[in-house]
Each structure stands twice: as structure tokens, then as C-alpha cells.
């Protein structure tokens, strides 16, 4: 996406702002130097092409912009905030920065466009079993264990358990392959 709106200006930054996931592979960070080597890993990794920038140790910007380890924000030019959300979303940026170029073209023609305040509740595909997967591999055994207890701990056992009951048969399929 940040390629695609390159050609209107739009600039797309990635703040690493903390280990969202701390595990015994990547723990969390006890240094600004360490931070800086997670933010490069993740680069790596996953082959970012947007410029990453990192928060400092303590994590202020990170709590200035509120905190969540997922969020999105569209800035203009001035500072000015167009669109927050609390989780990155590919399909509702897009809605937004299409708005942003619909209005610029607006202005483009002379034609007043006044802001306004929108609140909406968009839903989001949650596939939990894809993302502790995920995670699994990534993050490692810790990772994980901590996840499913933040699953039970704020959506309940009924939200945890065919997490728990996936991460069970998991671990219980490697230790089978480990030793045969």
C-alpha cells in the first residue's frame, strides 16, 4: 500500500514502539541498543520497506498516541490527526486515505470542504489459530502461553479454550516428532 500511495505523497513510517510479544527468543528490551537490533530484526524478518523509527526505551511516544501495540494513524502534513484506530487494518486505511485524496482533489477545485467527526465500529477478521501459529514460530513457546492467558483473562475460559486445546495438541505433535 505504501507504494501505491507514494505517487500522491502519502508517506508511510513504521513506529516500533516495544516487544509486543516478549518471549525467551526476543525478551523485552533492557536497552535503547537492544530495542534498536529488535526494530533491524524485525526489518529483516519481514522484509519492511517503509522507514522504521524507534521509540525511545521508555516508551513515550508509544503512550502519547495511546498505548495499544497495533495502532494506526494518518497525520496530514501539519500534524494534524485524519484517522486513529486501535489495530491496523489494510481494508479501513485504504477507505480513509481514498477519502484524504477525494478531499484534496476537492480543495484542488476551489470547493470548501469542512471537517467533520465520524465514530465507527469496523469489524476485523480475528483468526486466533493462525495468529498463535504464527506467534508459536515467531515468538515462541512463552509467547504463546502468556497470549492464551490474556485471552482467558479478558474474553474468558470459553474465548481460551480451543486456543489452549490447539496449543496443547501442538506441543504435544512436536514432542512426538522431537523423539521419534
Given at each position: 500500500m505504501a507504494e501505491e500511495f507514494k505517487?500522491?505523497?502519502?508517506?508511510?513510517?513504521f513506529v516500533y514502539t516495544r516487544e509486543a510479544h516478549p518471549s525467551d527468543e526476543r525478551p523485552a528490551h533492557t536497552s535503547i541498543e537492544h530495542k534498536v537490533?529488535?526494530?533491524?530484526?524485525?526489518?529483516?524478518?519481514?522484509?519492511?520497506?517503509?522507514?522504521m523509527l524507534v521509540d525511545d526505551i521508555e516508551g513515550?511516544?508509544?503512550?502519547?498516541?495511546?498505548a495499544l501495540p497495533n495502532m494506526t494513524y494518518?497525520?496530514?502534513?501539519?500534524?494534524?490527526?485524519?484517522?486513529?484506530a486501535s489495530w491496523t487494518d489494510e481494508r479501513t486505511i485504504?477507505?480513509?486515505?481514498?477519502?484524504?485524496?477525494?478531499?484534496?482533489?476537492?480543495?484542488?477545485?476551489r470547493i470548501r470542504v469542512s471537517p467533520y467527526y465520524v465514530?465507527?465500529?469496523p469489524g476485523r477478521t480475528n483468526e486466533r489459530?493462525?495468529?498463535?501459529e504464527g506467534l508459536a514460530n515467531d515468538a515462541g513457546a512463552r509467547a504463546v502461553e502468556e497470549f492464551i492467558d490474556a485471552v482467558e483473562h479478558t474474553a474468558g475460559e470459553a474465548a481460551a479454550?480451543?486456543?489452549r486445546e490447539w496449543w496443547t495438541e501442538r506441543q504435544t505433535s512436536t514432542a512426538a516428532t522431537e523423539s521419534g
Open positions: 505517487e500522491h505523497g502519502i508517506s508511510f513510517v537490533g529488535h526494530a533491524r530484526d524485525m526489518v529483516r524478518r519481514w522484509d519492511i520497506k517503509r522507514p513515550t511516544m508509544h503512550r502519547a498516541f495511546g494518518i497525520l496530514s502534513a501539519n500534524g494534524t490527526v485524519l484517522y486513529r485504504r477507505i480513509a486515505l481514498e477519502q484524504i485524496l477525494f478531499e484534496r482533489g476537492l480543495r484542488r477545485n465514530e465507527w465500529l489459530l493462525v495468529f498463535v479454550r480451543p486456543v
